[in-house]
């Protein structure tokens, strides 16, 4: 799964710096159109689904909620995203990662 997925070394040196210097990166274009509809739809899903939820923890500028991976299929597929997780692996050098939280942020566009 892993050596099937072709890397851009001088992309790859690009994005361990940016980790080292934000200390995060963004991995451009790892998900197809498809599935970031699914992430959308899945988010909106919570929102209705979570409005009046007594744990819901709505951030001034977006909506922010955790644990979300067992909420909706579309986020457990961002695990298993084959791509992602090969580039995430070469990243840290390291290829036991283990998911201990996980956290949606929504920010609205413009904060």
Do not use: W
């Amino acid at each position: 799964m892993l050596e099937d997925v072709i890397v851009d070394h001088n992309a790859l040196e690009a994005l361990r710096h940016e980790f080292d210097t934000l200390g995060y990166v963004v991995l451009r274009n790892t998900l197809d159109p498809d599935a970031v509809a699914d992430l959308l739809d899945a988010t909106q899903a919570l929102h209705v689904s979570h409005a009046d939820h007594p744990h819901r923890n709505p951030a001034p500028n977006g909506f922010n909620m955790r644990p979300v991976i067992d909420k909706h299929p579309a986020f457990l597929q961002l695990l298993i995203n084959h791509r992602a997780f090969a580039l995430i692996c070469r990243l840290l050098d390291h290829f036991n990662i283990q998911l201990m939280q996980s956290h949606l942020f929504e920010a609205n566009p413009g904060t």
